[in-house]
């Protein structure tokens, strides 16, 4: 046990340094990086024994995770950083399967040539050309190489995380040059690719991209399934379909109930654990799982006792140790924050519930998976739900109710999915009949969450000015329980009481303070798109719902943040036009809120790119929404909101013309015009009053080709908002913020300021 607990404190240390480099020092922070281990190695001289030696050690790991992250960033970041904006000619390695998208292929390479350093690669190919590659195949192209970690003109560690350390884009043919001599070793690919074209073959196609996600890891199709994606998201269950911990671990618990818990079970899982992450196809999430998975259980096989820390610890230094980027890995926090919380508390948790279980024997069996059930969910959240507030802006509410109703379907689909793929090779035809039996499983989970994810009580929202409170709340007082209990015999369900009392409090105040809203004009920051919230008491009304130039869906940003105001209903989204940075978040906007109405232009056909029209109908029709289409000029209300909408196709201008609105609550307006240019903006101050506007929502995010003198003359805007953000097209103009200031308009940026939430109060 002393030589185990030595490991896990030079683990420790390891790991700590590496998340600290990445997160919190700088290069220039050498003094702190000096300084933290010599520290410990002072306070290591207050104490004795074991203690001063475990300190010592962690002291001396934590100055090695230092260097190597220095070292490792010196060799792949900085070395491939001064070659961004560089056109290069060279050679490189495919290491997977081409992944098509809609307007290019993205190609995973490692680069063999001598013009680049020879590291994993991502290159973007937009020629159009038949994606026929395999992994293995060599080729040779011509790149122009931008940095990986700057993304829409932000930092980003979401490409060095997965270790791809240099990124290009090519127009020009790529060479297929020959086949790498070793590339047998990218049989797992092949194997992986193999099984996700058996899934597809044997299941249908509303629920093979399910199932190809959940036993492959192969997500292409199932993304495509705006409704159940954007669902199993909210809905807590986005992991079941990440080849990860959980799926190695159903994969070993069967294993383990067919051939008992001994030396040669833990032999033959590990072998069939390596087996499987092979057949998926090698992917990072699979190898951290079964390193996790396998590392407790090593020690029956070399008569150890296997001590949880050091496990977790040392797991969590192997993977930091190939590279220590993958520290900015969401997915690896969240997988080790759930291992974590597993190995921590799931047995006390059920021990506790199981120790109250008071039922008839024949319900004794069910009762008991679903304290199982239970006992995994809340212990899994102890350390994942403050990592899924910070990264995602919200914690799941029902996830375990959600893990009770559907986790039973999931270690069927997993187990039998594997089944048939198997008695297929050889019995083709039964194979599909049972996998069409086993499709009604996948089914019932997406009509489960689907439903789930619309309802108020689903996730809590962090922009809720009352949830983080809660959420400190909640842990403050478990700690307080834990500490207490030591003491004085206490019954956890009074901090269980509380939450849950101070929750039902934050969905009180939420919903009173929506009800008070006297109006609110809400600009979210959507990059170069545009996206607008107007609320009052109840109602919300919506204009556009796109993004461009941003990782987030615009649908998925606004809906976060009305649900985290208590709003879940849209009276009306009215679409200026349906190009892509005006819609592209409709869809997914639909699947997560009840939108009654869509206001389109009769010519939205003419400005719908990439199928936009025909997705967005057929999200209306699956959601109950129905759709307006302007003919003429119209009104529309939604309690103190009045929508006022000028119809502009036949105003002689282009096909991004669209609609056209003036949005007023009590006696303050707000003009918005799409991506309307000047010619259309003078016939419209021509045949309509619109003198006495308050806001203007400036046209196309600034372009020089909109904002006339004629339109800023009639209106005498007090403000104007531009939505904008990282774009290739100049906006906004300079001569459109020149104009602007000529009439003295104060100017409000969204890539400045961020979202824009103006308050209207009374005499506005």
Known sequence: MRGVRTLCAASIGYCAAVFLSHYLLSGESLAAVLMLPAVIMLAALLFRGNMRTRLIIAAVFLAVGFGHYRLYNAQTVD?????????????????DYPDVRDRCVLLSVKITGEELPNVDAL???????????????????????????????????????KGVYLSGYTSEKIEKTGRWSCSVLYLPKIIGNALHNEIGRLFPDDTAPFMKALLAGYKDDYYQNDKLYASMNVAGLAHVVAVSGMHVAFFVGVLQS??????????????????????????????????MISLPMLAPVFGRVNDRATTLSFALALILLSNPFSAGSVALQLSFGSVAGMLLFSQPIYEYLSSRLIAPRVLERPLRYVIATLSSSLAV???????????????????????????????????????????????????MWLANILSYLVRYIACVVEYSAKLPITALYMENK????????????????????RHKKLSVLIPSA?????????????????????????????????????????????IDCGSYGVTQNAGSMLSSYLRANGRYDI?????????????????????????????????????????MLERISAAADENGTSIVYITQDADFTAGGIRLSIYESSDLGARDESGIMSTVSISDYDML??????????????REHDLSGMELLIVPHHGSKYSTSDELLTALRPETAVISTGYNRYGHPTQETLDILEKYNVNVLRTDKLGRIVLHITAGD
């Open 258 to 291: 067919i051939l008992g818990r001994n030396r040669r079970s833990s032999i033959i899982c590990i072998a069939l654990v390596w087996l499987f992450v092979v057949m998926v196809g090698s992917p990072p999430s699979a190898v951290r799982a079964g390193i």
């Open 498 to 542: 509380v939450c849950i009392v101070l929750l039902c409090g934050v969905f009180w105040l939420t919903d009173r303070d929506m009800r008070a809203d006297p109006g609110t004009i809400s600009v979210m920051n959507v990059g170069n798109g545009q996206c607008i919230a107007v609320t009052e008491g109840e109602n919300t009304v919506v």
């Open 466 to 485: 009352y949830a983080p409170w809660w959420l400190v709340s909640s842990y403050v007082l478990f700690i307080a329980y834990f500490v207490i209990r």
């Open 571 to 611: 009276d009306y989204l009215m679409l200026t036009h349906l190009n892509t940075d005006h819609a592209t978040g409709v869809e997914r906007l639909m699947n997560l809120m009840n939108v009654k109405t869509i206001i389109m232009p009769d010519n939205a056909e003419d400005t719908s790119g990439d199928g």
């Open 672 to 685: 918005v015009t799409g991506d309307v240019e000047k010619v259309v903006e003078r016939e419209l101050v």
């Open 79 to 95: 070395k491939c950083e001064v070659y961004a904006g560089k056109e290069v000619t060279t050679t490189a390695r495919l290491t």
């Open 381 to 431: 959240t102890v350390f994942t739900c403050p990592l899924m507030a910070a990264h995602f802006g919200y914690v799941t509410l029902l996830a375990p109710i959600m893990n009770i109703l559907c986790l039973w379907a999931i270690s069927f689909l997993f187990v039998g999915g594997f089944v048939l793929c198997i008695v297929g090779l050889v019995l083709p035809i039964p194979a």
């Open 123 to 161: 290159i973007i190919d937009y020629s159009n050309e038949e994606a026929d590659f395999l992994p293995g195949d060599e080729i040779r192209v011509k790149l122009k190489l931008r940095s990986v970690t700057e993304r829409f003109g932000e930092e980003t560690d979401s490409n060095i995380s």
